[in-house]
């Protein structure tokens, strides 16, 4: 308990020091401001609060605020979707009352694997909620890294991404894609704050990243719903991918990305490349493709 209201002390002010006194409709008073963003009293205003009330939420004592003043901080405050989930997870989780507990280890049903290797033309994996990739088909193995190469432990696209130096070269807007993944992170560790394999991953980063490090202490949350990618790939050159997200029935904790270009384009031309090298290469895996290949 403790360590979770210093949690929701330290989002609280971090995301009051974020905010444009001017944009939020607050009236210029004339007073120096030595910190940045709005002041606690200017918070509880907003919220129709008071400054007492306020202060002690983000003090992070013992209180349970409704979900109506939940909704009210959180707009004086600018947050978006995820941030507005976040808060409600670090106050207790109104909304995960009642909620079974989250299993210790997820796994991908069979028909999900078979669903994912049709796709063949476009890249596609499932994610769990500590960012492991549970399953992923041929085609995001090549344009990615192949995770099933890997030793269990390090199937992990956050672990990948922040640590490993191919995806640094892969991804030309490597700062960006990082940086959301971390803040992906914040946001499942406060909606399941006591996983012991989301901690160790967290700890690892920690020591092993000094991105991450930044980042992290930055409380800054991400929902992954949809984006871009950008990359520089080895067989297929410049590829600009976009992808979405879907929860999957069942385990709401896996979601599914699924990747996709513009019609016409060349990253569009550069994917079927791709799709058609991985293909032959794994062809060449079998016996009768190398017997074919004279191998």
């Known amino acids: 308990m403790a360590e979770r209201n ?155 991404i922040l640590l490993a130096p191919d995806a640094r070269a892969l991804f030309l807007d490597w700062p960006d894609q990082a940086r959301t993944v971390v803040e992906s992170l914040r946001l499942a560790h406060g909606s399941h704050p006591d996983d012991r394999g989301l901690q ?7 020591e092993e990243s000094a991105e991450f490090r930044t980042w992290w202490a930055e409380h800054g949350v991400y929902q992954r719903t949809h984006g871009r990618k950008h990359l520089r790939h080895p067989v297929a050159g410049e590829v600009v991918v976009d992808y979405e997200t879907l929860l999957l029935p069942g385990d709401p904790d896996q979601t599914l990305f699924i990747f996709t270009t513009e019609p016409a384009s060349p990253s569009r031309d550069a994917l079927r490349l791709l799709a058609s090298w991985t293909a032959t290469s794994r062809q060449l895996e079998t016996p009768e493709g190398r017997a074919q290949h004279g191998g």
């Open 6 to 160: 210093t949690e929701l002390a330290d989002f609280l002010r971090r995301a009051r020091a974020r905010v444009d006194p001017l944009r939020a409709g607050l009236p210029a008073d004339g007073r120096i401001r030595r910190v940045p963003g709005l002041r606690r009293e200017e918070v509880a205003l907003l919220a129709g609060v008071s400054t007492d009330y306020y202060a002690r939420l983000e003090q992070g004592r013992p209180i349970a605020p409704s979900p109506a003043v939940v909704d009210a901080v959180a707009r004086a405050l600018a947050l978006d979707a995820a941030g507005r989930e976040h808060l409600d997870h670090l106050l207790g989780g109104t909304r995960q009352r009642g909620r079974p507990a989250a299993p210790s280890v997820q796994r991908v049903r069979p028909g999900l694997h078979q669903f994912l290797d049709d796709l063949d033309g476009q890249p596609a994996l499932i994610l769990g909620r500590r960012s492991e990739v549970l399953a992923s088909n041929a085609l995001a193995r090549a344009l990615f890294t192949d995770f099933e190469r890997m030793p269990a432990a390090e199937r992990n696209y956050a672990r990948w």
């Open 200 to 206: 160790e991953l967290i700890a690892l980063l920690l």
